[in-house]
């Protein structure tokens, strides 16, 4: 089983929709969260921390469910500059895993 | 400068060449990582440095070595690479103890063609 699995896509929606990722971690010691952001070509860059209690940052909402195993993102009126590959990212003791991603596409 | 800085951005090398490749933090931070990047694969960690000391070496082949001199300078140094060692490498640095809240911060990359 991969350590962190992603539906990698690809997303296509229009512009103003709302769309859900999901992710799965497989080690139950894993210890923080994270969404990071890679666009074409380019470094990932951190979109948001994950904390149990869910958190919220402008269109960007992320939950984390740890008796599940189970990592969310939801973004609310998509925006064209939205089109990336989100990474699903946890924090293991020695370094972090990535997932492999999933491509969102916002068309005009 | 700020933030982390890898050179080369790009390198096409023999399979018999010999090359290194840098990375450099602005950040203050006492932990660097070296990740690989392959088409459609996830980011693979490869070795982690904290405190300069080599804290985690994941399964990689010899022919990469890394090289962590001081707290805001790693290397990687490649010698007799296969095609399929072709990636994108990228290097993150962070803040031990700090992690859990900040995450990483990425390098651009050095983009790795072996012909």
């Known amino acids: 089983r991969k350590e962190v699995e992603q539906d990698p896509g690809p997303f296509n929606v229009p512009e103003g929709a709302t769309v859900a990722f999901n992710c799965t971690y497989s080690?139950?010691?894993?210890?923080?969260f994270f969404w990071y952001r890679q666009d074409c070509r380019k470094e990932p860059k951190l979109l948001m921390s994950v904390y149990s209690s869910g958190n919220e940052d402008g269109r960007f909402t992320a939950q984390l469910n740890r008796a599940s195993q189970y990592i969310s993102l939801l973004i609310r009126d998509s925006k064209l500059s939205d089109s990336a590959t989100y990474l699903c990212v946890v924090n293991i003791k020695g370094g972090m895993r990535f997932g492999a991603g999933t491509r969102l596409t916002v068309k005009p | 400068e700020t933030g982390v800085t890898q050179t080369p951005r790009h390198l096409v090398m023999g399979m018999t060449n010999k090359k290194s490749l840098k990375c450099e933090q602005h950040?203050?931070?006492?932990?660097m990582y070296w990740y690989k990047q392959s088409a459609k694969k996830p980011l693979e960690l490869m070795f982690v440095y904290s405190l300069e000391e080599r804290v985690e070496n994941n399964s990689v082949p010899s022919r990469f070595s890394p090289e962590c001199p001081n707290s805001s300078h790693l290397f990687l140094h490649l010698h007799t690479l296969q095609p399929e060692d072709s990636a994108l490498y990228l290097c993150a640095s962070s803040q031990e103890g700090q992690t859990r809240i900040g995450g990483y911060t990425f390098g651009s990359g050095t983009r790795l063609t072996v012909v």
């Open positions: 080690n139950s010691a894993s210890q923080s």
């Open positions: 950040l203050g931070h006492n932990a």
